[in-house]
Antibody
Framework: EVQLAESGGDLVNPGGSLRLSCAAS????????MNWVRQAPGKGLEWVSS????????YYADSMKGRFTISRDNAKNSLFLQMNSLRAEDTAVYYC????????????WGQGTLVTVSS | DIQMTQSPSSLSASVGDRVTITCRAS??????LNWYQQKPGKAPNLLIY???SLQSGVPSRFSGSGSGTDFTLTINSLQPEDSAAYYC?????????FGQGTKVEIK
């Protein structure tokens, strides 16, 4: 069964850091571009970042550039998101999601992990 | 960035009704348009990709149409389990962007 499982969400102070992980199983992880998508409480979906299958291409939403770093370990079927200088507006459920190729949809999502930025 | 605008933002319909949700892109995205269903507390689930292709396992009462800038998601014969939020998303260019969502309620 294809599965994505996020972890690492927590309550963190403004200005703090957090590292999210996403464990993949049931498919060939190294074939897919991986993404982080977030959803603030009661709000819509917002794409955060993507990393190509071999980590050659990395993209970020403008509001995350310079603060967030996406990475992956294909040997361990894992995706990561290092989040620094966190702000209250980063409070959200963070989902990892896979995309097979450019132009393809997010066809599999994890269950999400909650990040709360508050003092 | 490509802006995606959905309408309506919410609707209420009865079981058995036909429901239509529209999505408009701020520029031509050919058929790079996807639809997701999200139930409370759950992750989004892909329903339709490439404007009109039904994802495996999705009931056939869901259908999509459109190209260019205007797209439609139709639910034929609305069922109680279809109560959810629905989002369109363009995959034509980076950054991928979502519509603001449509909340479907069952009367």
């Amino acid at each position: 069964e294809v599965q994505l499982a996020e972890s690492g969400g927590d309550l963190v102070n403004p200005g703090g850091s957090l590292r999210l992980s996403c464990a993949a199983s049931g498919f060939t992880f190294s074939d897919y571009t991986m993404n982080w998508v977030r959803q603030a409480p009661g709000k819509g979906l917002e794409w955060v970042s993507s990393i190509s299958s071999s980590s050659s291409y990395i993209y970020y939403a403008d509001s995350m550039k310079g603060r967030f770093t996406i990475s992956r370990d294909n040997a361990k079927n894992s995706l990561f998101l290092q989040m620094n200088s966190l702000r209250a507006e980063d409070t959200a459920v963070y989902y990892c999601a896979r995309v097979f190729a450019s132009g393809s949809p997010f066809d599999c999502w994890g269950q999400g992990t909650l990040v709360t930025v508050s003092s | 960035d490509i802006q995606m605008t959905q309408s309506p933002s919410s609707l209420s319909a009865s079981v058995g009704d036909r429901v239509t949700i529209t999505c408009r892109a701020s520029q031509n995205i050919t058929r790079y348009l996807n639809w997701y269903q999200q139930k409370p507390g759950k992750a989004p689930n892909l329903l339709i990709y490439a404007a009109s292709s039904l994802q495996s396992g999705v009931p056939s009462r869901f259908s999509g149409s459109g190209s260019g800038t205007d797209f439609t998601l139709t639910i034929n014969s609305l069922q109680p389990e279809d109560s959810a939020a629905y989002y369109c998303q363009q995959s034509d260019s980076i950054p991928p962007t979502f519509g603001q969502g449509t909340k479907v309620e069952i009367k």
